[in-house]
């Protein structure tokens, strides 16, 4: 295929080029109404007929947030751009280049040499291994988070050839995908041909972690699994951003309004009337405050730093600057199970094998039979019960000790084991512990040596049948060097085991009564196979691995035709997860917080519901309605024992759920369904949902979200939770066994399920609450300065003329006011002792109160009090004359200052050093300046007493009535914190 037909190789991950990266920017600051407004007033001063003032009043605030927007992502976009430009850039040994070739430069088809530690350029086929055996270890960690080495293996056909040779070989590969685990194709070289399967491959960005491979370029830029599982994050706005936003549009109406009004006042007696409006809507303009994102950006890298500095919850990373004011709001959190509510650092537990169970000190006795059994190889069979017990635990142990996919590593000089499944490494473990320690593996066999008599027994690994989400189970075909017996070994879950095993009468009820321990159960069985059924198998199981359609059904066809069947029950083990640390103290904390918590699991019925219960996700005595296997037979009428459980939730909504993902499917399967579900769902205290798929996650996220408005927390550890983290408004990832692919694609990472607490009750409430404060006192800066401009505009006969120009009104916003108003976002009201005794102060915040429309028309009344009384007694007490104007314009400026000033530490709760050297140093700033502000103030009339005491009394009326209901609504009607404080 001619090479322009594939992607280039080059990455990028940069956001803009040259000429996008003006749009783009502009684009995201304007499509927020209070930026685009200002915009909007700023170009309209390149209108003479429409300059108020000077035109830096308007356009340096302005361009002073953009600047430092721009500043900022361009920044981040160059730190992209070298990051790409690094890895571009790298050199590789291309088979039959004399130089070395860019990362950039490779195409599908080259043969490239890959060493130990070098990261993989492209999505490769390997085609050689510096081991005989054609094997190589990857490091898959930033591909799918785990970060357990993976082992591959090189192409048989092509191990053996010289690499000069290699230039030859071609590949007939399936069209680019985004699955990581899956891959059908096939290797030509001359008339021979092989199908190749995931195992043969190395994927973009993985890492060689042992010896040296050489690969065949299949993929190359977006056609490569890293790319196409790579999206650009979708960008969260916060709920907080979203309320400001409509409260700017009822500001913007305000001052639309007043402008009309004051005009309509003259009679629209002025020909240029409309222009009179226009300059009026200018003049009132820091309604609506330019400074407001600002505030609000600033104030979010401080509660960042705050949070990921917080010793108390050590490895805290924020990722997501944007949103720390929505972990103050949150309704329902999402929660996966394994490593997240629990350790997943599994121990296996207990053994059943049919007639009896161990568990503790009993395992000793297993630990004995396998001994013996070691001892007593080539001699006659134990006989009696006990002996036949004993024989058929050693058997369970043999196959526990070869059914996996564990490789043993002597890195660090000690045994060691890898495997991507924590549950695989307890298991091996165990069989370690009981005498049967597995020392070496490869993809052709295994060797495990005997405690009791040291002595090596070994395997060859005919075929091996990894587990998958889809099969929920594991196999392999083993010989036994020494007999040369064949055997086919399964572990897997009891749903599907079920299936396969011969019949029995205990295995249902013994993995149920595991489950309601909280144990993970797995069921083993095997059979021996005859060489020649087996014979048989490889044949047709290597015809079904070359098909290029349908090949996995083809190949599971054949497997289920000769080896799934009539196996024989070995035993089912029964591998415990213990919670995490403090799980049960932060549900509880939580639940009292009005959190409702829902658990979304792949495990069983049995033992969700058992962590469900232990974690005190379900309280002491709540009923659980269980709905399991709705929809299971499509041929049944949809109708009244569907619909029932709904009803009967519908009427008992204090009651908990528990459903399994069959009837969850059934539920979400069309919208009517879904709407019914979740009317009924949505208002329990607690839902287990169990057997779920990760997508099935994902669109429980959805559902709550789009059915409810609500702020939506998911938290998980693993790969499978990424989809739901991402569905999320806030996506908490926790840094596990599992690796570090959802801490990567959350909001916010946390190493420990118990710190989730503190993130919310703490860190959310406060930067909540410090953010909807310091917006409301934005806003009210913004009216005050208004009110004074409308109030002096109706005393001038309506005529559109500024009262406050230049630096005044830079000055404002800025030296004068900025330091004390922002050390808001350093204040709390209770201290974090009482947060966490009191877990109910989080719950009143849910409902935005401490933002809303009330609490934004109280602030406005406040704020057309007290611009009236400023600029009404400053005008009585200098007069409008235009020889005074100076005089009343140094009062109700000082008066506006200090009323800021002192306004602000009325409101505030906890003093710290910052805050009060703000107000102190920002005070001294501002009477410093007046010597500057000769061409704005009458200095003489500054100086004068009459001026000091004018201004004592305007801000006493000003603010003494403004203190006194505070005092009074805070004793008649005290807010929940303070109540909190007494107590």
């Not at 997501?320 to 004011?325: G, N, R, W």
């Not at 020494?482 to 295995?507: C, H, P, R, Y």
């Not at 144990?519 to 196979?529: C, E, M, S, W």
């Not at 350093?826 to 719950?843: A, F, Q, S, W």
Request: hydrophobic letters at 45%.
């Amino acid at each position: 295929m001619p090479s322009g037909q594939f992607a280039s190789n080059a990455i990028s991950n940069a956001k803009y080029n040259a000429l996008t990266f003006l749009p783009m920017t502009l684009y995201e600051q304007f499509k927020f109404f209070f930026n685009l407004y200002f915009l909007l007033v700023a170009l309209s001063q390149a209108i003479p007929a429409l300059r108020i003032g000077y035109l830096s009043s308007y356009v340096v605030p302005l361009a002073f947030v953009l600047a430092v927007t721009l500043c900022k992502e361009a920044a981040d976009d160059i730190g992209r751009r070298r990051r790409d430009s690094e890895q571009n850039n790298e050199r590789y040994e291309v088979v039959g280049e004399e130089v070395p070739v860019k990362a950039r430069d490779l195409k599908c088809g080259d043969v490239v040499r890959l060493h130990k530690g070098v990261r993989v350029p492209a999505d490769v086929v390997l085609v050689q291994s510096s081991e005989s055996s054609g094997e190589v270890f990857v490091k898959t960690d930033q591909l799918d988070g785990e970060t357990d080495w993976k082992l591959r293996v090189a192409c048989p056909v092509t191990q053996g050839v010289p690499v000069e040779e290699l230039r030859g070989i071609r590949a007939r590969v399936g069209p680019p995908s985004k699955s990581i685990h899956g891959f059908v194709g096939q290797l030509h070289r001359g008339p021979e041909s092989i199908g190749l399967t995931v195992d043969n491959t190395a994927w973009a960005n993985t890492v060689v972690a042992s010896g040296t491979a050489v690969g065949l370029v299949v993929y190359t830029g977006r056609d490569t699994r890293q790319a196409m599982n790579t999206s650009a994050p979708r960008a969260k706005t916060g709920l907080l951003e979203l309320e400001i936003n409509g409260i700017s549009k009822i500001l913007c109406a305000s001052v639309f309004v007043l402008s009309v009004g004051l005009v309509a006042a003259t009679g629209f007696q002025s020909h240029s009337w409309y222009l009179d409006v226009m300059r009026f809507l200018i003049l009132f303009s820091t309604i609506i405050p330019v400074s407001l994102r600002v505030n609000l950006d600033l104030g979010k890298s401080v509660y960042a730093h705050q949070i990921q500095h917080d010793r108390h919850i050590p490895g805290t990373v924020v990722r997501t600057s944007t949103i720390p004011e929505d972990l103050g709001r949150i309704e329902y959190l999402l929660s996966d199970k394994t490593g997240t509510l629990t350790r997943n650092v599994m121990e296996l537990k207990k053994l059943h094998l049919g007639s009896v169970s161990y568990a503790g000190e009993a395992l000793e006795f297993v630990s004995q039979a396998v001994a013996r059994e070691s001892s007593n190889a080539g001699n006659a069979p134990s006989r009696g019960f006990r002996a036949s017990r004993a024989s058929r635990a050693a058997a369970l142990v043999l196959t526990l000790a070869v059914c996996h996919n564990v490789t043993p590593t002597y890195d660090s000089g000690d045994l060691e084991y890898q495997a991507s499944s924590p549950d695989e490494i307890a298991i091996v473990q165990f069989t370690q512990a009981m005498g049967l320690a597995l020392v070496s593996r490869d993809r052709h066999g295994l060797a495990l040596r005997h405690g009791a008599t040291g002595k090596i027994q070994k395997f060859d690994i005919l075929q091996t049948f990894p587990f998958s989400s889809d099969t929920k189970r594991m196999g392999i075909v083993v010989r036994d060097v020494a007999s040369g017996q064949i055997w086919f070994m399964e572990k897997g879950a009891d749903t599907v085991m079920a299936k396969i095993v011969e019949k029995n009468d205990w295995l249902e009820e013994e993995a149920s009564n595991m489950a309601r321990e909280g144990l993970r159960t797995l069921v083993v069985g095997r059979k021996r196979v005859a060489p020649e059924v087996y014979g048989e198998f490889a044949r047709e199981y290597r015809a079904a691995s070359l098909s290029m359609a349908g090949r996995d059904a083809a190949m599971a066809a054949v497997v289920s035709r000769y080896l799934e069947h009539s196996l024989e029950l070995q035993g089912l083990t029964g591998v415990e997860d213990r919670l995490q640390e403090g799980v049960k103290s932060s549900i509880e904390s939580l639940r009292n917080a009005g959190i409702k918590i829902w658990m979304l699991t792949g495990d069983k019925v049995e033992t969700a519901r058992c962590v469900a219960v232990s974690a005190k996700l379900i309280a002491r005595g709540q009923y659980v309605h269980t709905v399991e296997g709705v929809g299971e037979n499509r041929d049944e009428p949809a109708g009244e024992n569907r619909n029932a459980h709904l009803d009967y939730l519908l009427a008992n909504p204090g009651c908990c759920l528990l459903i399994d993902g069959q009837s969850l499917a059934y539920y979400m399967a069309t919208p009517a369904r879904r709407t019914h579900f979740c009317r009924a769902v949505v208002p329990l205290p607690a839902v287990i949902a169990c057997r779920c798929t990760p997508q099935q996650k994902a669109d429980v996220a959805s559902l709550i979200k789009n059915a409810t408005g609500k702020r939506v927390c998911c938290i998980g550890d693993g790969g499978n939770d990424v989809s739901m983290i991402q569905c999320a408004d806030v996506g908490v990832g926790i840094v596990g066994k599992e690796g570090r692919q959802a801490s990567l694609a959350a909001d916010f990472s946390i190493t420990q399920f118990c710190h989730l607490t503190k993130l919310l009750l703490w860190h959310g409430r406060n930067s909540y609450k410090r953010s909807a404060k310091l917006a409301q006192f934005v806003i009210h800066r913004g009216l005050l300065i208004s009110v004074c401009q409308a109030v002096y505009s109706i005393c001038s006969a309506f005529a559109p003329l500024a009262l406050f120009q230049g630096w005044l009104m830079v000055g404002y916003a800025t030296l004068y006011t900025m330091a004390p108003v922002f050390s808001l976002v350093l204040d709390y009201d209770v201290g974090e002792d009482l947060v966490t005794l009191y877990p109910e102060l989080y719950r009143e915040l849910t409902g935005g109160s401490a933002l809303s429309y009330r609490t934004f028309f109280v602030w406005t009344a406040v704020s057309l009090y007290q611009g009236g009384v400023i600029q009404g007694l400053a005008q009585l007490f200098t007069g409008l004359d235009e020889s005074l104007f100076t005089s009343m314009v140094a009062l109700s400026y000082s008066a506006l200052i200090i009323n800021e000033l002192v306004m602000v530490a009325l409101e505030v709760h906890t003093w710290s050093h910052l805050m009060a050297w703000s107000h102190l140093v920002t005070l001294a700033a501002y009477i410093g300046s007046f010597p500057f502000l000769s061409d704005y103030f009458d200095l003489h009339y500054v100086a004068s007493f009459s001026f000091c005491w004018q201004l004592a009394f305007i801000l006493a009326l000003s603010l003494l009535p403004i203190w006194g209901a505070k005092a009074l609504t805070r004793r008649l009607h005290p807010p929940t914190y303070a109540k909190v404080q007494q107590a």
